[in-house]
T-cell receptor
Framework: KQEVTQIPAALSVPEGENLVLNCSFT??????LQWFRQDPGKGLTSLLL?????REQTSGRLNASLDKSSGRSTLYIAASQPGDSATYLC???????????FGSGTKLNVKP | SAVISQKPSRDICQRGTSLTIQCQVD?????MFWYRQQPGQSLTLIAT?????????ESGFVIDKFPISRPNLTFSTLTVSNMSPEDSSIYLC???????????FGPGTRLLVL
C-alpha cells in the first residue's frame, strides 16, 4: 500500500524567506503527484500537478519537483508571504488517477 | 474547474444519531468521491460513487456505516450512521476533473460528535 510522508509537520518562518516542503512516497509506480493547499473551511485548492513523466512544475512563486525513482517531491516557495499561511498537502495517485494517497500535511505559518 | 458545495458546513451531533451530508456540483460528472480527514491526519478515501451503480467502498469502510446515494450526475449524499466520537472529522466530497487527471474538492463538512 502506498504511504505518503510529509516533513516537517509544521513550519513557522518570517515573511520573505524561501522555504522547502518535503514529501516522500513508498511506491514509485505513480500516475501523478499533486500539491494542494488547505485553508480552514475552504476545502483543498490544487497548486501544482506533476505527471509521472515530468520532473518539475512551476507556478508563480511555487516550484514543485519530482524524483520518482527515489520517491520524493519538494515544494519550493519563494519570498514567502503571510497569505501563504495554510496547510500544504502532497498527494500521489496510483496508475488509476481516481485513487489518491495523501500525506498528513505541513502546516505553514508565515509571520509578518 | 468545478464548483462544489457541501451542506452542512459544520454540525455538532450526539452519539448514536446519524447525519446526512450533501454534495452538489455545478456540472455533470461521472465520478464523485467521499473523503474523511480525522484531526491531525491525512485525507482517507471512504468510497467512490458512480451514478446508477452502488458505491465502491475502500478497505475499512462499510455501507452500513457510511451509506451513499448518487441519484443524478450533479448530486451525492453521505450518511454517517450511529455516530460515535471517533467519527468526529472533516468530510469532503470531490469530483473528477474534465481532463481526468485530478480531482476538485468541496469545502468540507466539519463534524463533531459528543
Amino acid at each position: 500500500k502506498q504511504e505518503v510522508t510529509q516533513i516537517p509537520a509544521a513550519l513557522s518562518v518570517p515573511e520573505g524567506e524561501n522555504l522547502v516542503l518535503n514529501c516522500s512516497f513508498t511506491d514509485s509506480a505513480i500516475y501523478n503527484l499533486q500539491w494542494f493547499r488547505q485553508d480552514p473551511g475552504k476545502g483543498l485548492t490544487s497548486l501544482l500537478l506533476i505527471q509521472s513523466s515530468q520532473r518539475e512544475q512551476t507556478s508563480g512563486r511555487l516550484n514543485a519537483s519530482l524524483d520518482k525513482s527515489s520517491g520524493r517531491s519538494t515544494l519550493y516557495i519563494a519570498a514567502s508571504q503571510p497569505g501563504d499561511s495554510a496547510t500544504y498537502l502532497c498527494a500521489v495517485s496510483s496508475n488509476n488517477f481516481n485513487k489518491f494517497y495523501f500525506g498528513s500535511g505541513t502546516k505553514l505559518n508565515v509571520k509578518p | 474547474s468545478a464548483v462544489i458545495s457541501q451542506k452542512p458546513s459544520r454540525d455538532i451531533c450526539q452519539r448514536g444519531t446519524s447525519l446526512t451530508i450533501q454534495c452538489q456540483v455545478d456540472s455533470q460528472v461521472t465520478m464523485m468521491f467521499w473523503y474523511r480527514q480525522q484531526p491531525g491526519q491525512s485525507l482517507t478515501l471512504i468510497a467512490t460513487a458512480n451514478q446508477g451503480s452502488e458505491a465502491t467502498y475502500e478497505s475499512g469502510f462499510v455501507i452500513d456505516k457510511f451509506p451513499i446515494s448518487r441519484p443524478n450526475l450533479t448530486f451525492s449524499t453521505l450518511t454517517v450512521s450511529n455516530m460515535s466520537p471517533e467519527d468526529s472529522s472533516i468530510y469532503l466530497c470531490s469530483v473528477e476533473s474534465t481532463l481526468q487527471e485530478t480531482q476538485y474538492f468541496g469545502p468540507g463538512t466539519r463534524l463533531l460528535v459528543l
